[in-house]
């Protein structure tokens, strides 16, 4: 059994930080993508930022500069540090990681439950 369990978020002033933190287990962030994803009451799901399986990394244009993803040494763990949080970054956050098919292509998602990150002003 694949599981994704988020940590880290709660409720903290704008201008405030967070760094949540993504558990892995019967799984490896291997040669696959991995990311985190939010969504917003009423709003659509996006994808916030990615390490693609070539190994480079995405960023909305809605937190780059501010936020920062990466993982451990034994890529159990993902990581994403939020600064200069804002208000519109609240959501529920989600650890993703693409799943290795039999054939070594990288498909379908596997999505952790999420953790909640509230940003008041």
């Known amino acids: 059994q694949v599981q994704l369990v988020e940590s880290g978020g709660g409720s903290v002033q704008a201008g405030g930080s967070l760094k949540l933190s993504c558990a892995a287990s019967g799984y490896t962030f291997g040669p696959c993508g991995r990311g985190w994803y939010r969504q917003a009451p009423g709003k659509l799901r996006e994808l916030v930022t990615s390490?693609?399986?070539?190994?480079?990394?995405t960023y909305a244009d809605s937190v780059k500069g501010r936020f920062t993803i990466s993982q451990d040494n034994d890529k159990k763990t993902l990581f994403l540090q939020m600064d200069n949080l804002k208000p519109e970054d609240t959501a529920m956050y989600y650890c993703?990681?693409?799943?290795?098919?039999?054939?070594?292509?990288?498909?379908?998602?596997?999505w952790g439950q999420g953790t909640q990150v509230n940003v008041s002003s």
């Open positions: 993703v990681a693409e799943r290795r098919s039999r054939t070594g292509v990288c498909t379908s998602l596997y």
């Open positions: 390490i693609r399986a070539d190994r480079t990394i």
